[in-house]
DNA sequence: AAATATAGTTGTTGTTACCAACTATATGGA
DNA sequence: TCCATATAGTTGGTAACAACAACTATATTT
């Protein structure tokens, strides 16, 4: 359907088809996930925001809360709470940083790597679900463009400190 | 559904590499539209639910609340006070349902309509802008997948209004 | 040593989202 | 017909997330 016709048209106009479809299905795709990461990790007491800062902190060693507001696009307040909320929970600890008096440093615990290795597991059986419904040369090509797509985009944001621009509620 | 031993998976490692791949990617993407919807609708002073509440009752003709949410998969209350917003800010306007009197129809105002398509044109142009560094076919592949994700993605969610903790799907 | 900059925390506000309780209309059965 | 039940939306209450601003405490620069 898309192979030779697309070639031989300008480039322009597939272009544009594509990007609208890229946009629709990006939409549809955040509000779907945010869905279902509501609804995977309800059940087990955690919240999207508090997973994902779990897996930085994971990720990314020993953080501080600035870096990790900035990994993840949120407010330093924001961040410093999300965390608050982990450490009650027991999957992330503070320690002092060692030349900076001011700065904390944030490791997961052991329970945290478990806990987070669990919902993980949980979403990479959904991908490979996913995923098994195309041919394996195909699917390698395109895990490795949407994962160039998410650091492209990635890319673009400004994150200046999660600066949006004037509030002002109607 | 199909067990799996049914299918013959000849290469089961590059499945599990490419659905971690995935579900990394999908996190990040995730996260940084999350973060982009916000930064380029606070300027236009609306939310990344109220613009998806504006664009599905513009798509999906005059819709009921009850049929909004189920399209945003949130609640109807949600749903109510979101289009609450949109009402106070004239880009939907409510009528009463001819044959139900308890129903509301939702149509979007002609400011409305103006007002979604400007911010739909920023959102393809950056879908472009994105696009335009891969090769045609693998373009076409990838917005072909990422569609074909969000569908089958949505399909597994349970639209039953929002509820959480239903998670039969693992 | 004083001025300035930076790291985090806390106060405050607004939005989103849930569940529950409620009102008003519809519909089905006795 | 009339009552019971179901359904469409709204409103109350609560909690998380996320922003900005103001603040404390430590670093750095002049």
């Known amino acids: 359907m898309v192979s030779a016709d697309a070639i031989t048209r300008p480039a322009d106009a597939s272009l544009d088809r594509e990007g609208e479809t890229l946009r629709d299905a990006l939409t549809e795709l955040v509000r779907v996930l945010q869905f279902r990461n509501r609804d995977c990790l309800c059940d087990r007491e955690i919240s ?4 994902h800062a779990l897996e930085a902190v994971l990720e990314r060693g020993p ?3 600035n870096a990790l507001s900035a990994a993840l696009y949120i407010e ?3 961040a410093s709470r999300v965390v608050a909320g982990l450490v009650k929970k027991g999957y992330v600890a503070k320690t002092s940083h060692p030349r900076d008096g001011r700065a904390v440093l944030l490791h997961a615990t052991e329970t945290g790597r478990r ?3 669990e ?3 949980d979403l990479l059986a959904d991908c490979k679900r996913l995923l098994s419904d195309f041919d ?3 699917r390698a090509a395109m895990t490795a463009l949407i994962s160039r797509m998410a650091r ?3 890319a673009r944001v400004d994150t200046s400190g999660g600066a949006c621009c004037t ?3 109607v």
Do not use: M, Y
Not at 48 to 51: G, R
């Open 76 to 78: 330093k307040s924001t």
């Open 63 to 65: 953080l501080t809360l």
């Open 167 to 169: 509030v002002d509620s």
């Open 119 to 121: 919902i993980q597991q």
């Open 152 to 154: 492209a985009a990635a």
């Open 136 to 138: 394996p040369e195909i």
């Open 115 to 117: 806990f987070c290795a």
């Open 48 to 51: 999207a925001t508090q997973c």
